[in-house]
């Protein structure tokens, strides 16, 4: 079958850029322009994608970025773990505070300050979700650092109740919820 030249338009940049990269996969911008036709229709050119090649292809591509990838998923994998070591306390809820003035006990501020942050931070939230700012908020403003969620079952029944809680701050907490002879 006979070929046809085709052009489009394309920044220089994105070209130069797509010119490299075919480069460095050992071929040129036009044979990786045919390939993408011919697999978009559907249709492969029977001297490539053999079994073999994709396989030979992987390989090569594992070879040549696997120390980038092995690097960001360790890592991640790694925060991961720290996060769930950090946020696992046996019963959250015992922990909780079940009131504004002991809250703002807690953040040693006024009352009228907790609610206003607490008004302020979830006005307007989607199904009473919990704001992020007044977690960060009252992070700054505990002794040991504890962010703190809103949560409210019913009209009576609300509470605040502690986000991603290491063991060391659970303690703490505890000892000053049993010293107000909540626990």
Not at 34 to 41: C, H, I, N, R, T
Not at 137 to 151: A, S
Request: net charge positive; hydrophobic share 30%; with cysteine.
């Amino acid at each position: 079958m006979e070929k046809v030249l085709a052009t489009f338009r394309i920044k220089q940049k994105d070209w130069q850029d797509f010119q490299d990269w075919a480069k460095s996969q050992g071929s040129n911008a036009s044979s990786e322009i045919s390939k993408f036709v011919l697999a978009s229709l559907g249709r492969t050119d029977s001297s490539e994608g053999s079994l073999e090649d994709i396989n030979n292809y992987i390989d090569q591509y594992l070879e040549k970025n696997i120390d980038q990838y092995l690097e960001k998923y360790l890592n991640r994998t790694e925060q991961i773990k720290q996060i769930k070591k950090v946020s696992q306390w046996e019963n959250i809820d015992e922990l909780k505070i079940p009131s504004y003035r002991l809250l703002a006990e807690r953040l040693s501020t006024h009352i009228k300050r907790v609610r206003n942050m607490k008004r302020g931070c979830y006005y307007n939230k989607p199904n009473g979700g919990y704001s992020l700012q007044f977690i960060e908020w009252t992070k700054e403003q505990d002794p040991d650092g504890i962010g703190w969620k809103f949560v409210k079952n019913s009209e009576k029944n609300t509470y605040f109740e502690p986000i991603n809680l290491s063991n060391e701050q659970g303690m703490r907490l505890k000892k000053w919820l049993v010293k107000k002879g909540l626990c």
